[in-house]
T-cell receptor, first 113, second 120 residues
């Protein structure tokens, strides 16, 4: 069974530029999460989807971050414009449904210069 | 207040020894779940073990066990017979609310992690 796929694995951009990350969850997993992990800290939830609907985006900085999961499968997280403090690893996770174990992808390491 | 506290930023342990990684948590919800994840240098978060707040027995998964002390709000991870491949960051995480049935927000709240280094 294929795991959670993410791309790109690494991205370097200048501040004020925009960037997008892609995630493809494990087949059949209805729930998808995006986490932000700043160096030296644990991951922090940004947004949770159930199928193509948002369940929780209370910690998503909506002035610059957006995410979508239009067909209820893969998802895109966008930052526009990026700030220096957005430098982090962005982890995507999926689960069969809320309440089940979350499986994480390899992450996208973003560096904003 | 922090919901998950891991007080050991780093630990050095000799190979084959047992190691205990500390985790305390804070919640007023009677229903919650506690998780431990391993994050090697490659960056991927690997699920290790889960303990539900209503589980009567401590969870075990191979060499991993969870020492769950509900009254103390403690959920320490014990790794028996440590191996060189156990060197990694370890994160304790919590999910609040009873969510095994139905939908609902169940994002995990993570601690800051413990960097475990196994020495030969």
């Amino acid at each position: 069974e294929a795991g959670v796929a993410q791309s790109p694995r690494y991205k370097i951009i200048e501040k004020r530029q925009s960037v997008a990350f892609w995630c493809n969850p494990i087949s059949g997993h209805a729930t998808l999460y995006w986490y932000q992990q700043i160096l030296g800290q644990g991951p922090k939830l940004l947004i949770q989807f159930q199928n193509n609907g948002v369940v929780d985006d209370s910690q998503l900085p909506k002035d610059r971050f957006s995410a979508e999961r239009l067909k209820g499968v893969d998802s895109t997280l966008k930052i526009q414009p990026a700030k220096l403090e957005d430098s982090a690893v962005y982890l995507c996770a999926s689960s069969l449904s809320p309440g089940h174990e979350q499986y994480f992808g390899p992450g996208t390491r973003l560096t904003v210069t | 207040a922090q919901k998950i506290t891991q007080t050991q930023p780093g630990m050095f342990v000799q190979e084959k020894e047992a190691v205990t990684l500390d985790c305390t948590y804070d919640t007023s919800d009677p229903s919650y779940g506690l998780f431990w994840y391993k994050q090697p240098s490659s960056g991927e978060m690997i699920f290790l073990i889960y303990q539900g707040s209503y589980d009567q027995q401590n969870a075990t998964e191979g060499r991993y066990s969870l020492n769950f002390q509900k009254a103390r709000k403690s959920a320490n991870l014990v790794i028996s017979a440590s191996q060189l491949g156990d060197s990694a960051m370890y994160f304790c995480a919590m999910r609040e609310g009873g969510l095994r049935s139905g939908g609902g927000a169940d994002g995990l709240t993570f601690g800051k992690g413990t960097h475990l280094i196994i020495q030969p």
